[in-house]
Structure formats: structure tokens, C-alpha cells
């Protein structure tokens, strides 16, 4: 055991100052958003209309149950069960792979009817549905950028458990690789109504 | 030497909490079918906003953390709600 003095308190509000920069980056995505769904609520309807609902529904199961076990590793790690957070922790990666496996399918699908940024097939639509779509493709875009990052912490978390490196006594790793996972999930729960279920 | 929140949440309160987001989820869902108009948007965030609070109380362990934690919380999202009613505001009354 080392007697190195660790500030658990400043770690983890270090990592809740860097969420609230997250939440004001997608936060100015909103505003976006809502300022163009106020403009365009037609052509915003007519293009929520085409995204696949099962698609999002399935990709909100998947990320509030990933979060469930997030959440669950944490308690096990406090009540010393290593094994039992480690298969927590890695449940909470398999669904972070179900979520992009998901999206990559649902993107494909939009490609292959040929919606993408700047595609011919979107340009000649209304400029509702233009903009639309391109808020869908950078929100949704960002935040799968983000479930990215979130798998790569996970991993490395994952490591620091099997080495004992995040235990019992020093588990803020584990803490704060939860708080950045369950933003992830927090950004989702907005932009699955605002692009699914419109409106 | 151990993490100032010491507090563990039972997996029993997780699941509870996991249930009722399913739940919400389900609610939203449901909601999105039948159309009320601009109460739709209203519905949908109203949702939305109740998930991200249970979210961030016990996922997040919020409930567990001190003063200083709840306040910094707070102010953030009283931040990005001003941010927003002011550029609408702007756009409503252009």
C-alpha cells in the first residue's frame, strides 16, 4: 500500500467540472436545435418520421442497462467483490458495443438511401429536412464519438481492476469512468425523444 | 484511506431505479403516439427531465455527495436554462 496522499474529494469534482463543459458543448447543440424545430416543425416532423424508433428504442434500453451496471460495479468494488465488479463492468462494455453495432446499422441503412451530409438525394429536399438531418448526423455523430471514448475508459478500467490498481480502498477511477458513462446515457435520454419520437 | 463517499448503494435501489427509467422510457414512447400539438414537445422534455434527475441523483450518486457537488450541479444546469430562454427570447419576439 502506497501512503501517497490521493485527493479522492478533488478528483472526482474535477471530473464533474469537465462534464459541465460536456453538457454546454451538446447544450449549444440544443439550442440549435430547438431554434430550427421552432422555424421548420414541419419538415422536422416529415424527417423524425423516417428514423427507425426501434433502432432508438433498442439503443435507450441498451444504454440505461449498461448504466444500471455501471452503477452496480461500483457498489461491488465498496463491498470488495472483485470478480463481481469486473463481470459487472464488462456487461456495461458489451452493451456500449450493442449501442455501436446498433448505430452502425442505422446509419448504414440512412446511406444506403442515400441521406448523408451533402449527399445529392438530401440537397434536393426542403431546407427543413437538410437541416435536420444534419443535426442528427453531428448530435448523434458526437455523441457515438463519445460512447467511443467511454469503451476506451472502460477497457482501461477493466485493467486497473484485474491489477488491483482500483480496489476496495481507491476505486475513484472506477468512480469517474461511471460519471463520464452516465453523461453519455444522459445526452442520450434528450436526444432520443428530440430525434425519434418528433413530434 | 478510503473514498470520502462511503455510502453503497444496494444493487436492490439500482434495479428499482433501472425499472423505473425502462418505465419512462416506455411512458415517452407511448406519449409520442398520440398528437397533442406543441404539448408534445412539452411532454416529451417534461420526460426526459424527470430521467436525467434520476439519473444523475443515483446513477451519478448525487444524493450521496456534499453541498459543494449539488450546488456546482445546479448552477450549470441553471446556466444552459438561461442560455436557452434567453436566445428564445431573442428568436420568439424577433
Given amino acids: 500500500m502506497s501512503n501517497i496522499h490521493k485527493d479522492y474529494l478533488g478528483s472526482k469534482f474535477g471530473m464533474w467540472l469537465f462534464l459541465f463543459t460536456e453538457i454546454l458543448l451538446f ?9 430550427y424545430l421552432h422555424k421548420y416543425p414541419t419538415e422536422f416532423h416529415l424527417a423524425g418520421k423516417e428514423l427507425n424508433v426501434y433502432f432508438g428504442g433498442g439503443n435507450t434500453v441498451a444504454l440505461v442497462t449498461s448504466s444500471l451496471f455501471m452503477a452496480m460495479s461500483i457498489s461491488a468494488i465498496q463491498k470488495d467483490d472483485k470478480k463481481l465488479a469486473i463481470t459487472f463492468l464488462s456487461i456495461t462494455l458489451a452493451l456500449a458495443f450493442v449501442f455501436l453495432t446498433n448505430k452502425y446499422f442505422e446509419w448504414g441503412a440512412k446511406f444506403h438511401h442515400g441521406i448523408y451530409p451533402d449527399s445529392p438525394a438530401l440537397l434536393e429536399r426542403p431546407k427543413g429536412e437538410i437541416i435536420f438531418f444534419g443535426l442528427y448526423f453531428v448530435m448523434t455523430g458526437l455523441h ?15 485493467f486497473m481492476l484485474k491489477y488491483e490498481k482500483v480496489n476496495k480502498d481507491d476505486f475513484v477511477l472506477l468512480e469517474n469512468a461511471g460519471l463520464y458513462w452516465h453523461l ?6 434528450y436526444l432520443f425523444p428530440l430525434f425519434y419520437l418528433i413530434l | 484511506m478510503s473514498t470520502e463517499s462511503k455510502h453503497i448503494v444496494s444493487y436492490k435501489t439500482f434495479i428499482i431505479v433501472w425499472a ?13 403516439q398520440i398528437n397533442l400539438g406543441f404539448l408534445n414537445v ?19 450518486h448525487l444524493k ?3 453541498k459543494l457537488f449539488k450546488i456546482s450541479v445546479f448552477m450549470t444546469f441553471l446556466v444552459l436554462a438561461l442560455f436557452i430562454g434567453f436566445t428564445f427570447f431573442d428568436v420568439a419576439y424577433r
Avoid: P, Q, R
Avoid at chain 1, 145 to 158: K, P
Avoid at chain 1, 184 to 189: G, K, Q, R, Y
Avoid at chain 2, 20 to 32: G, Y
Fill in chain 1, 27 to 35: 447544450g449549444g447543440l440544443f439550442i440549435l436545435y430547438s431554434i
Fill in chain 1, 144 to 158: 457515438g464519438i463519445h460512447v467511443i471514448i467511454g469503451a476506451i475508459i472502460i477497457i482501461y478500467t477493466l
Fill in chain 1, 184 to 189: 453519455v446515457d444522459l445526452i442520450w435520454i
Fill in chain 2, 20 to 32: 423505473l427509467l425502462l418505465f419512462l422510457t416506455a411512458v415517452t414512447v407511448w406519449v409520442a
Fill in chain 2, 42 to 60: 412539452v411532454a416529451a422534455l417534461a420526460v426526459a427531465t424527470t430521467k436525467a434527475c434520476i439519473v444523475i441523483l443515483f446513477f451519478m
Fill in chain 2, 64 to 66: 450521496y455527495e456534499n
